[in-house]
């Protein structure tokens, strides 16, 4: 029987082996149940618990959508998943139309990103039953769901304030954030700009959050991650029939969103045969859902982000320029976390925080080193790389104490080429993160022998003997290089 403790998920496959791999990933989080046709796979949800399916597409008898249709018309609630090897969008549409397909997973498949995706099923599940209670609560006692609605409501309204999203006192992201504060009470578009991972959503949910629409819906579609046919699908909706898969009417989310917002990210990427139909919607405030003659007004706020430029891109012709304007009219953009140095350990502390309390792993916080190190590295990935930075500092963490050699070696390095070492008497060396710049080939050597020489000593916390056995050197050798180079412990590393 099912351990209720524990969601229970249950894999199909024609594939003895596939299945064995795939119970042996889930087995430490999950109750998992095999099945080896489509057939074993219905017993075993007759007679046991099971939250989450997994179904493979090919199969001798039927296939997983075909499976996964059965699966959706006795247990609706159970969320249907299918692996598969081969994606059609006309398979996608139609997979999602008949069997309610909550997520594709192709092949070959990655561990993390299998178990990943076996963690969101599961949550979803427990979110389902928790909004059918609710919605029961709000049958029987109108007064009382309505309040928990309100404060539900209230509470996630507070989550996204402005001054929600995590920041050091005087930081480049104040400006941004008076400046979508000004004109969150306004009904015009938003255009974000900034690099991957700086916090574009946070800033496009604050914003609906501190507008006049903030007790109406909220939605998010990433335009660059699906095509355009079912990029239009989603947002305009369709007609039974107006396609192969149509099997059913769809409101799409434009139309769902009426009265709230709709964060549009990576707009950069949509092709300029999806831009006009874009601009018609802005234009004229309709939408036509996909084979429809029939046009319908939505008053809806769209907050647009991209990390591309897109002044370059309509001169380039790629973007067309009465669109850019119609989304421009307010444009905020999100500074980088390398142009924000100061956030860094504020941000630090935070995702730790976090992430410590969520995955049940205490720690006291950051030596001064590892601080040090985060602040010198450039992240090109901004706060998302942090995170994950983070996280796998925490995994590996076997004190109380997140040190500088849990490092990765990436960002270990990167700091150390964009650290300055202490400037000899007989002159500043030139800064490290000009390496690659121009110069004599001995000062180049040497600058790259002295971010080799800050790097170790950094992931040996500043052991000068482990450092010097590492690098080959006697403790007297490396004191004359760093005499040299004039590399000394800063005062935060120290402590």
Not at 236 to 261: I, P, W
Not at 319 to 339: G, H, I, K, N, V
Not at 380 to 393: D, F
Request: net charge negative.
């Amino acid at each position: 029987m099912t351990d209720p403790a524990r969601p229970g998920i249950l894999v199909v496959d024609d594939e003895p082996r596939s299945v064995e791999v795939i119970a042996r990933l889930l087995d430490e989080e999950f109750e998992v149940f095999t099945a080896l046709s489509a057939a074993e796979g219905l017993r075993l949800l007759e007679s046991e618990w099971i939250q989450v399916v997994f179904s493979d597409q090919r199969m001798p008898e039927v296939s997983g959508v075909e499976f996964l249709t059965q699966v959706r018309e006795r247990w609706p609630d159970v969320v249907r998943i299918v692996i598969t090897g081969y994606i059609d969008p006309e398979d996608i549409i139609g997979a999602i139309n008949t069997a309610g397909i909550h997520q594709f997973i192709t092949k070959p498949w990655h561990p993390d990103h299998l178990l990943l995706t076996a963690r969101n099923a599961a949550r979803l599940y427990q979110l389902q039953h928790e909004h059918d209670r609710l919605t029961s609560e709000l049958k029987l006692l109108p007064p009382l769901a309505e309040t928990r609605v309100a404060t539900r409501r209230e509470r996630v309204r507070q989550s996204y304030r402005f001054d929600g999203l995590i920041r050091a006192k005087g930081s480049p992201v104040d400006e941004v954030c008076r400046q979508a504060e000004r004109v969150s009470g306004f009904n015009v578009p938003v255009l974000v700009l900034g690099e991957t991972g700086t916090g574009k959503e946070l800033l496009a949910r604050a914003i609906h959050y501190g507008s006049p629409r903030s007790d109406q819906p909220f939605y998010c579609e990433n335009c660059g991650a699906i095509p355009d046919e079912l990029l239009e699908s989603e947002l305009f909706g369709h007609k039974k029939g107006a396609f192969t898969g149509a099997h059913s009417n769809r409101v799409g989310l434009l139309e769902q969103a009426d009265g709230g917002t709709i964060f549009l990210d990576e707009i950069g990427d949509i092709s300029p045969a999806f831009q006009v139909r874009l601009l018609r919607f802005l234009q004229e405030g309709e939408i036509r859902p996909v084979g429809s003659n029939e046009t319908r007004r939505v008053d809806v706020r769209v907050v647009a982000a991209t990390h591309r430029d897109l002044t370059a891109e309509v001169k380039a012709g790629r973007f067309r320029e009465d669109l850019y304007y119609r989304l421009s009219t307010m444009t905020l953009t999100m500074p980088p976390l390398r142009a924000r140095p100061d956030d860094i350990p504020v941000l630090a502390r935070h995702i730790l925080e976090r992430l410590s309390t969520a995955h049940g792993k205490p720690v006291t916080g950051f030596a001064p080193d590892t601080l040090a190190c985060l602040e010198s590295y450039g992240w090109p990935g901004n706060v998302r790389e942090l995170q994950n930075e983070i996280m796998r500092m925490l995994v590996l963490c076997e004190g109380d104490t997140l040190g500088a050699d849990l490092l990765s070696d990436p960002v270990l390095r990167g700091a150390a080429l964009n650290t300055r070492p202490a400037s000899p008497e007989d002159g500043p060396l030139p800064p490290l993160d000009l390496i690659g710049q121009g110069g004599p080939l001995k000062s180049r050597i040497e600058r790259v022998e002295a971010g080799i020489l800050m790097e170790t000593l950094v992931r040996c916390r500043w052991n000068k003997s482990k450092a010097a056995d590492e690098l080959g050197l006697s403790r007297m050798g490396l004191r004359a290089k760093l005499e040299r180079y004039g590399i000394e412990r800063g005062p935060a590393q120290r402590h």
